[in-house]
């Protein structure tokens, strides 16, 4: 595989590389594990913010279904 890189970025991987002593090869692939970890992390945060938010709706439903029976038991008792 090839990665074309600007002047920059290429300076910015190799001054990396120097410094962690690897390879321009192995930060590129450290950067990729660590970016798709996150990529995972913020689809898992997603995820579970979907599932409280359809908990919440279910929980004022149930709410809202409550109060409309005690009205109409209201009305019945009377």
């Known amino acids: 595989?090839?990665?074309r890189l600007d002047a920059a970025d290429e300076d910015l991987l190799r001054a990396v590389?120097?410094?962690?002593?690897?390879?321009?090869?192995?930060?590129?692939?450290i950067a990729v594990r660590e970016h798709a970890a996150r990529l995972h992390a913020a689809d898992e945060d997603a995820a579970?913010?979907?599932?409280?938010e359809r908990r919440a709706a279910a929980a004022r439903a149930i709410r809202e279904s409550i109060a409309d029976n005690r009205e109409a038991l209201d009305l019945l008792s009377q």
């Not at 590389?17 to 692939?29: F, G, L």
């Not at 579970?48 to 409280?52: I, V």
């Open 48 to 52: 579970l913010a979907a599932r409280a």
């Open 1 to 3: 595989m090839t990665l």
């Open 17 to 29: 590389a120097d410094r962690e002593k690897r390879t321009m090869t192995d930060v590129v692939a």
